[in-house]
């Protein structure tokens, strides 16, 4: 039962993709994407310097994770991107549930009847369960997020913890 719960509750989401919230949501990633810094600025190799010790790490991370949030999240979505397409049963797991869901949802809670029987909407989530979380474990997801997230964390960390703030933050911090 409580995984029909789950299953309605993500039914709920794809019912909810409105094109209001489609709008709303490509107008917060057109502000994200002006933000992003030029390659120039994120990859200028003057600003590379070892750290002394750990607190200026914390000080570079702290500052660049700020600065360079745009540039973060478009690096670790690339990474998200290659993650996908290098293991592509967990893509067509997720696109299977996915559309499996939609599909479920189009019959707005009538029967689905084929050549082959009718169907209740209980059942073609039962069904849509059995197939997909064998698939989901064959698809090694919890390796796939490890891996994602200790490339994200080293590109992201080892990028703040080696770029040096820029020298006109220098002086307004001590003023």
């Known amino acids: 039962m409580n995984q029909l719960s789950t299953l309605s509750q993500v039914s709920g989401f794809v019912s909810n993709l409105s094109l209001e919230n489609i709008k709303n949501e490509a107008l917060n990633l057109q502000s994200k994407i002006k933000q992003i810094k030029p390659p120039q600025e994120f990859f200028d190799v003057r600003r590379i310097s070892k750290p002394l010790n750990f607190s200026e790490i914390q000080t570079r991370v702290a500052y660049n994770l700020k600065y360079f949030q745009s540039n973060y999240t478009l690096i ?68 796939t997020i490890m891996w994602l997230i200790g490339a994200s964390a080293v590109t992201v960390i080892g990028h703040a913890s080696i770029m040096e703030k820029p020298i006109e933050t220098i002086f307004e911090e001590t003023v």
């Not at 084929?114 to 209980?122: E, I, L, N, V």
Request: hydrophobic content about 55%.
């Open 76 to 143: 670790v979505s690339c990474l998200f991107i290659y993650t996908l397409l290098t293991n592509l049963l967990l893509l067509f797991v997720i696109l299977f549930t996915f559309f499996g869901i939609m599909g479920i949802n189009k019959l707005q809670g009538q029967d689905l009847i084929t050549p082959f029987g009718t169907y209740k909407t209980s059942q073609l989530y039962t069904g849509l369960l059995l197939v997909a979380v064998p698939l989901g474990f064959l698809a090694s997801p919890i390796s």
